[in-house]
Nanobody
Framework: QLQASGGGLVQPGGSLRLSCAAS??????????IGWFRQAPGKEREFVGRIFRGGGSTSYADSVKGRFTISRDSAKSTVYLQMNSLKPEDTAVYYC??????????????????WGQGTQVTVSS
């Protein structure tokens, strides 16, 4: 299982950094792509971004491009989601998930095998 942490309440324009780490198994980032997803109240869960295994290429949803950055620390088997210039519409529960699917499949949450419990991010003044 994965564990996402670092959520909280932040004002519009502020920043947060979420972390994603494994519990109960070794998250070898050379073998797993890590995706970030979010679900706002009353809405379906949506893709936020992902960092692919191996070389670590990243991809982001248009709604967060230029504001969010995914990085990883392989030594710590931890992936981060740096969120800047936060907006009220970024309010959601954020989840991280792991997959070994090919690159083109990393946008589909159905291809992810391991999920975390999520962490709440609230952007409000």
């Amino acid at each position: 299982q994965l564990q996402a942490s670092g959520g909280g309440l932040v004002q519009p324009g502020g920043s947060l950094r979420l972390s994603c780490a494994a519990s109960g198994f070794t998250l070898t980032l050379d073998y797993y792509a890590i995706g970030w997803f979010r679900q706002a109240p009353g809405k379906e869960r949506e893709f936020v971004g992902r960092i692919f295994r191996g070389g670590g290429s990243t991809s982001y949803a248009d709604s967060v491009k230029g504001r969010f950055t995914i990085s990883r620390d392989s030594a710590k088997s931890t992936v981060y989601l740096q969120m800047n210039s936060l907006k009220p519409e970024d309010t959601a529960v954020y989840y991280c998930a792991a997959t070994r699917v090919v690159l083109s499949g990393t946008y589909d949450e159905g291809n992810y095998n391991y999920w975390g419990q999520g962490t709440q991010v609230t952007v409000s003044s």
